[in-house]
């Protein structure tokens, strides 16, 4: 017997997330139910819990993973007791921006389609979600010797792996990537794992430490805009192909717009707020061909590969993880997330103890 009712975390206005007992969401005929074992703390949560961009009332989390407990009567490929990832947006596949493989364009994929009450925003920071019938196809079985934590970051390595195949490399290319965050240090292995060679910048020795795990060839102190000496020890400067911002830093936007050659690419990952401006020589696009780019959000046809390279472990998520925290502190875990110490990198949030 299911419970009536449960635990969630509710988004209730700016900065405001409180534990509440709502009703346990009742699924449909095409819908599965899931009980949550894990789910990750998102910088784009994040964003909205802090400046409380979208109306409250909501249950955020998307990165999640956790058990089968309910299948609708209509659905055949799934069991209860599987385990499983979820995947908040999944494209239509048949729009105009899905003909052009835009996907995060789709206005289906906008829609969120994991939900634990209200208006639907991936119910992750909730003890069961909701699975409705258009982001079925995106639910991963996780395999037996991989943990529900390994589970939960296919959604962030996938939204990374859709921004490395937006880059034209050769192997051997020296790629600067700028933040070794959780993301940062995700485009570092991916990268390297292709062949790459990785310049890694951050502003904290301890994820440069981590960088050089990660298969960076070079890592470089960054420097911060109070204007600290940046650090002259270091890598050579190599002629740079490509680099990767996963950070929304100014200075390391014209960093990058100076240092990669001509016809190079600069890719944008973290530069997600409105309204943020910058200088551009356009000079520098028209001339010396450089191309700036962006990518946002994941992309669902590269799922089973991201599948592989996570559970197969050749990018090993679980040194990502620092921080775990009961649901019953989802709001701590959003402010340490918010604010990230030199030992945090991923937070989860879950009751599970695998
Ligand atoms: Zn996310
Ligand atoms: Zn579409």
């Known amino acids: 017997m299911l ?21 346990v969401p009742r699924p449909g005929p095409d819908d599965l139910l899931v009980k949550v074992a894990v789910c990750g703390v998102c910088p784009t949560d994040i964003k909205k819990i802090q400046y409380g961009t979208v109306p409250p009332p909501r249950i955020f989390g998307h990165e999640t993973a956790g058990t089968i407990v309910r299948v609708g009567a209509r659905v055949h490929d799934f069991r209860v007791g599987e385990r ?19 996907f995060a364009q789709c206005e289906t994929y906008k829609r969120t389609g994991v939900t634990a009450g ?9 003890e069961f979600v ?10 991963v079985k996780i395999p037996a010797r991989n943990s529900f934590a390994e589970g939960a970051m296919l959604e962030p390595v996938n939204t990374v792996l ?14 600067l990537v700028a933040g070794q965050g959780p993301i940062g240090l995700m485009f570092t292995r991916l990268l390297q794992l292709r062949g790459l060679n990785v310049l890694a910048t951050d502003l904290l020795e ?33 002629v740079l192909d490509a680099a990767v911002l996963a950070v929304p830093s100014d200075a390391a936007l014209q ?35 450089k191309d700036l780019l ?55 949030v879950g009751d599970a103890t695998e």
């Not at 209200?118 to 909730?126: K, V």
């Not at 960088?211 to 940046?230: D, I």
């Open 84 to 102: 499983v990832a979820l995947h908040h947006h999944v494209p239509c596949l048949d729009c105009h921006a899905c003909r052009h493989r835009a």
């Open 255 to 289: 960093e990058a717009l100076h240092r990669v050659r001509g016809a190079g690419q600069v890719l944008l990952f973290a530069h997600t707020k409105r309204g943020a401006l910058t200088e551009l020589d356009l000079a520098s696009v028209c001339v010396d061909e």
């Open 118 to 126: 209200f208006e639907p925003a991936g119910g992750g920071f909730a």
């Open 130 to 139: 909701r699975v409705l019938p258009f982001v079925r196809p995106g639910v």
């Open 3 to 23: 419970p009536k009712t449960m635990r969630a975390a509710v988004y209730r206005g700016p900065n405001d997330l409180r534990l509440e007992t709502v009703p």
């Open 162 to 175: 859709k921004a490395v195949k937006r880059l034209s490399l050769l192997p051997g290319d020296a790629v």
């Open 294 to 348: 962006g990518s946002y959000s994941a992309d669902f046809t590269l799922q089973r590969e991201v599948a592989r390279l996570v559970f197969s472990r050749q990018l090993d998520v679980r040194s990502l993880i620092t921080h775990r925290f009961p649901l019953e502190q989802a709001a701590a875990a959003v402010a340490l997330a918010a604010r990230p110490t030199p030992d945090s990198l991923k937070i989860l």
């Open 206 to 238: 301890t994820r440069l430490r981590l960088a050089k795990k990660f298969g960076a060839k070079w890592t470089r102190l960054a420097q911060s805009k109070a204007g600290n000496p940046a650090s002259k020890v270091g890598p050579p400067r190599p």
